[in-house]
């Protein structure tokens, strides 16, 4: 039995360490949940949440009767990036591959469909989030209502819907991706650009700066990457 934290992180290491161990590859059954349980050492609730959380990021499949598989692999390629690491940031780029078409497209019709209701809220949702942001606070709840904000002036709510969808699917598992709870930091100052932008009905230059968003998050997450990878 592997002597390991209860934490959701914790339960996560172990689990992708039995994994590697076994020599499981895509498309290959893991052990029923109970057994999983016994091998960690831990309750069968929380695998049941590492997995569920595995499934809504794309790690694993699950139904009844093929049990849980492999959907991706589960092995470390550089002896310096954990295998916890490298599946939360390939679960990070793939999440982020889906969301910023959206992201951009919100933006885009928030752009054309922009009214002075929506105008004020948006400038408004900007301005906290800098203030926050400028006083070195937790700024995320902030800008979680920046892009609220510029999703309700689309005019489909389909947007926030889906991308909220692709949010909590990752972030169940993870409330903050590498241990880094401001992921993203380095993009905060180009919202009010955006803001302005989208305000102005400019929708050229409001795709342009979420795009350079977007771009840097997922900079970011090479970078940590590269970091062990030396």
């Not at 929380?46 to 959907?71: D, F, H, S, Y």
């Not at 078409?101 to 469909?113: F, I, Q, S």
């Not at 998050?217 to 970078?223: F, P």
């Amino acid at each position: 039995m592997l002597e390991i934290s209860d934490s959701k992180r914790g339960v996560l290491d172990a689990l992708s360490l039995m994994i590697e161990r076994a020599g499981l590859g895509i498309g290959d059954r893991l052990p029923p949940e109970v057994e999983i349980a016994k091998k960690l050492g831990v309750g069968r609730a929380k695998v049941r949440e590492a997995l569920t959380a595995w499934q809504n990021m794309g790690i694993v499949t699950r139904n009844k009767k093929a049990g849980t598989r492999l959907a991706t692999e589960v092995a470390s390629n550089s002896i310096h990036l954990p295998v916890t690491l490298k599946l939360e940031a390939e679960s990070l780029l793939r999440t982020h591959s889906v969301r910023k078409p959206l992201e951009v497209e919100c933006v885009r019709m928030a752009a054309r469909n922009v009214d002075d209701h929506h105008s004020g809220a948006i400038l408004a949702r900007s301005a906290e989030l800098m203030k926050i942001y400028d006083a070195g606070e937790d700024w995320r709840a902030a800008d979680y209502r920046f892009h609220k904000a510029l999703q309700d002036a689309s005019g489909n709510p389909l947007f926030g819907q889906l991308i909220q969808q692709i949010q909590q699917a990752f972030g169940e598992m993870y409330e903050a991706p590498f241990g880094q709870p401001q992921l993203g930091q380095a993009s905060i100052p180009l919202h009010p650009h955006l803001a302005h932008a989208v305000v102005a009905g400019d929708e050229a230059e409001a795709m342009r700066i979420m795009t350079q968003i977007l771009d840097m998050v997922e900079a970011e997450i090479h970078k940590v990457m590269e970091t062990y990878d030396v």
